[in-house]
């Protein structure tokens, strides 16, 4: 265990650019936006005169509406995190067994009393839970800071910014969602990780080339094959990622839930699952017969990388 | 005797070579093997092996274990330096050491500050802002304080300067090695190992061409040095090999009758480098 904890802190250190500072990016991305937005606002053409106007506005509205729409911008506040993070994991994922490598320091990790199964899951561990935590964190931070600045502009401008939407928006509830989306997401995307992990112990160079490659090639073949019969959706490869990708318990797009617009989960070009944000339709996702298929080609993907990594340092 | 490796019928195949043919080998405890030879000759496919880096055929036991079954197990005994400049470059020494403390039951923190202080790496560098001797002194002090029993050296010294290589095996051999500790070593340098050495196993075409003890070496070997005059007489006594230096003849002797020889010239005792000539160039074992 502290041995696996010491792996984990390892790929941390690695990875800091990508870990840390690429979230604390983005929250900065938010905050000057946010900035720009409250100092530029007078200079916009628009129905308010001014911020004061506005807020003025803001607390006569409806409770419930302003309570449901700070909660949905929060939720997709997330997005951006999310697609960033999907981003991070993935190249993360698809350096994790090749770099070492090529600079050839895979010949110190391996002179540590450590084994190749520690050392993968480790690398694993570090793409499914350590990344999005630290995703996660900096995306509640933002949120937090960028709550306390409105509030005290809020105050400023003389309205009190507990009612108007502090007290709203349900953070904790929004914040936790989104912590479980993550990790949903990270059991759901588990035979991607297997695979970026098995070409990353494969590759001889260009690990990108031999990630997508592969899969596009075997497509496009059974595209062309499959042609002159049923051509449908879900029959073929791209059709099986397309869904795959759809039913993601990752809270990325949006959509209309009846007459209402807000976040949901994965997109909702299916109707295989419910694509509202709830803990049972990420649980369902958990629990379905497809995360049972999808567990199976991960297990096949990395015990090939496991066979791979023991073999890694002949030549 | 314990046998700290031991080989039998060890052999390694490429797809197309055999790098390793069929090797028994047993190194006891508490000596410095070195082995040497070729580019090529399998030193390093042999090393692997022991080192479980590698598939292998053949029984193979280090330290009891199987290297192909138990790398993990076995490096907690076992450490090996493989080439110098194989530390991560992003890595920090601090780092470094923290993880290593964490993942090696057999690190001491205390010795490696110890032995880096006399260094000029410091805990905030990272490995590649270091110089080449700076990473080598980094790994050496890393392994020196880590308490194994195998130590493997594959070209330890590669491309650092002779002030450091000499350093380097001094600092092996005073603060390091004692009597339940093994080293092996493979190199080019053969003059700047002799002296530690304690065996000497030739490995020439994935077969071992000589295996013996130093002192083996002085008492079946002998160099003749003579003037033209006698080079016919040394030469009917059936030297394993014979090369000219300024103007005399030098043979080298196996099992020799050293009276004989006497008369002929000088006799000294052979350097390894010249045994290892000799040996290439004609079968001394």
């Known amino acids: ?315 | 005797m314990n046998y700290v490796i031991e080989a039998r019928g060890l052999t390694k195949r490429y797809k197309r070579t055999i790098a390793v043919d069929n090797i028994d080998l047993q190194i006891p405890e508490g000596r410095i093997v070195g082995l040497i030879g070729p580019n090529g000759a399998g030193k390093t496919s042999a090393l692997k092996a022991i080192l479980g880096l590698a598939t292998y055929d053949g029984e193979l036991s280090v330290l009891g274990k199987s290297p192909a079954k138990d790398r993990a197990a076995l490096m907690e005994d076992v450490c090996f330096i493989a080439d110098v400049a194989v530390l991560p470059r992003w890595i920090r020494v601090w780092q470094l050491i923290e993880l290593t403390g964490n993942i090696h039951p057999k690190f001491s923190r205390e010795k490696c500050l110890q032995y880096l202080s006399t260094t000029k790496v410091t805990l905030d560098h990272r490995v590649k802002q270091l110089s080449k001797v700076m990473v080598a002194q980094l790994h050496l002090a890393i392994v020196m304080a880590i308490d194994v029993k195998l130590l493997v050296l594959d070209e330890p010294t590669l491309g650092l300067d002779i002030l450091y290589r000499k350093q380097f095996y001094t600092n092996l051999l005073n603060d390091y090695f004692d009597e339940q500790r093994t080293i092996v070593i493979t190199t080019h340098q053969v003059e700047e190992v002799e002296h530690i050495l304690s065996d000497l196993v030739f490995i020439q075409d994935g077969r071992i061409a000589l295996n013996c003890s130093m002192e083996d070496v002085q008492e079946r070997y002998i160099e003749l040095i003579c003037t033209p005059e006698y080079a016919g007489s040394a030469r009917q006594l059936q030297p394993l090999h014979e090369r000219e230096l300024f103007g005399r003849h030098i043979f080298l002797f196996k099992n020799a009758n050293r009276e004989q020889l006497r008369e002929l010239g000088e006799l000294h005792t052979p350097s390894v480098a010249d045994l290892f000539v000799a040996t290439m160039t004609g079968g001394a074992s």
């Open chain 1, 1 to 315: 265990m502290n041995r696996l904890m010491a792996l984990v802190k390892r790929e941390f250190w690695e990875n800091k650019g990508a870990f840390r500072t690429t979230p604390l990016v983005i929250g900065g991305i938010f905050l000057a936006a946010m900035l720009m937005f409250l100092i530029t606002f007078n200079h916009f053409d628009n129905e308010f005169q001014s911020l004061k106007e506005l807020l003025r506005f803001i607390a006569q509205s409806d409770v419930a509406l302003r309570d449901k729409i700070l909660y949905e911008v929060n939720l997709s506040m997330s997005v951006i995190f999310s697609m960033v993070l999907a981003f991070v994991v993935f190249f993360y994922l698809l350096g994790s067994l090749y770099d070492d490598r090529k600079d050839r320091s895979i010949l110190f990790w391996k002179s540590l009393p450590a084994s190749d199964t520690l050392t993968i899951g480790s690398k694993l561990l570090s793409a499914m839970f350590l990344a999005p935590l630290v995703f996660w964190v900096i995306y509640v931070l933002t949120h937090i800071v960028i709550m306390l600045l409105f509030s005290v502009v809020i105050m400023v401008l003389g309205e009190n910014p507990w009612t108007l939407v502090l007290s709203l928006g349900s953070p904790f509830k929004a914040w936790s969602l989104v912590l479980l989306s993550y990790f949903a997401q990270s059991f759901w995307a588990l035979p991607l990780y297997g695979w970026l992990m098995l070409v990353s112990a494969f590759a001889p160079r260009i690990p990108l080339l031999f990630a997508i490659l592969p899969p596009v090639v075997l497509g496009v073949l059974e595209l062309w094959f499959d042609f002159l019969k049923t051509f449908t959706l879900s029959d073929n490869l791209f059709g099986l990622i397309g869904h795959w990708f759809a039913n993601s318990p990752l809270i990325m797009s949006a959509d209309s839930h009846g007459d209402e617009f807000g976040v949901s989960l994965g997109a909702p070009l299916t109707s295989d699952f419910d694509h509202q944000v709830t803990v049972a339709n990420m649980f369902d996702r958990l629990f379905s017969s497809d995360m049972l298929i999808n567990l199976v080609i991960a297990a096949i993907f990395l015990a090939g990388t496991l066979w791979l990594r023991r073999r890694a340092t002949e030549s």
